[in-house]
């Protein structure tokens, strides 16, 4: 029995356990898929639960907010990619060792260049990104874009938590625009939001100004998946410009996260017809 899970606050919105108890059976395994919902402080709660993967009651955990970064501490070992991003969503046991691994910026990537090749025919002459937040998620796009040749610009309420993310990257690709009117929207093809604002129930929020009129040619890129369709990329879409949400993300980390607990890959259409109704 396969026992997988997911850490986060709040979870009542996760598509998760459909899409893993999708795989699970698509690979002829038995097994489940648990919510494990940890309050942002409960450091013992975490401790515990991430104890019974090293014991091998549970084989594997993801981890959403707000612990991509609270669960390092409890960790034996992190591939390079958790390193160098500093977040980590996939947690599995590997001869006695607890690993902490990340699938966001490979999935994320997967994802960006689906949505810019059926959407925005490809890459835009001007690879200049626009990223609001800066926490567990943002690490893992803003390694992702500066790894495919994107120069970001980092937008966040908290400054200090974006300017720690940006001397942990130290790459002159990356900058911080904490007041959008000194940022050269003209200049931005990409506009990725990585906070919850939008997230189900509060649906009518936006991490957009409400003033401010969008770039005039960029392709608009929401990590939130609950609602289908978020403010931002109703807002976006009703000025003409593409928009997505980050359910093929979610899909894509998700599938690589599956195959590196069970050792199976799975059909990417079996999880999203998983979903497509919720």
């Known amino acids: ?6 850490i986060g606050h709040p979870l009542g919105h996760s598509l998760s356990p459909k899409l893993h108890t999708a795989a699970l059976r698509s690979c002829g395994l038995e097994g489940d898929y648990s919510l494990f919902p940890i309050q942002p402080h409960d450091r013992q709660g975490l401790r515990d639960l991430i104890a019974r993967v090293r014991t091998g009651g549970i084989v594997g955990l993801n981890v959403t907010i707000p612990h991509k970064q609270n669960v390092i501490e409890f960790m034996d070992e992190l591939t390079h990619a958790a390193n160098v991003i500093g977040a980590v969503n ?20 997967m994802d960006l260049k689906r949505f810019l090749d059926n959407e925005c025919k490809g890459l835009p002459a001007s690879q200049n990104a626009l990223v609001f937040g800066a926490g567990g998620s943002a690490r893992a796009v803003t390694h992702a874009l500066l790894a495919g040749g994107w120069k970001v610009t980092l937008h966040a309420r908290r400054l200090e938590q974006a300017r720690g993310l940006s ?14 009117s000194s940022v050269e929207l ?22 957009w100004p409400e003033d ?19 403010r931002l990329m109703k807002d976006a879409l009703a000025e003409g410009l593409p928009a997505t949400t980050g359910l093929g993300m979610l ?10 607990w069970t050792g199976k890959q799975v059909s990417r259409e079996i999880m999203l017809s998983a979903v497509e109704d919720s």
């Open 1 to 6: 029995m396969i026992h997988l899970g997911l």
């Open 90 to 109: 996939t947690v599995y046991l590997r001869e006695n060792r607890l690993i902490g691994d990340n699938t966001d910026a490979r999935g994320f990537l």
């Open 167 to 180: 001397e942990s990257f130290a790459d002159d690709s990356l900058s911080i625009g904490h007041d959008l």
């Open 186 to 207: 003209s200049d931005v093809s990409l506009v990725v939001n990585t906070t919850p604002l939008g997230m189900s129930p509060n649906v009518d929020q936006s991490p």
């Open 212 to 230: 401010l009129p969008f770039p005039p040619h960029a392709a608009i890129y929401d990590l939130v998946y609950n609602p289908r369709e978020t």
């Open 251 to 260: 899909i894509e980390q998700a599938a690589l996260a599956f195959e590196i």
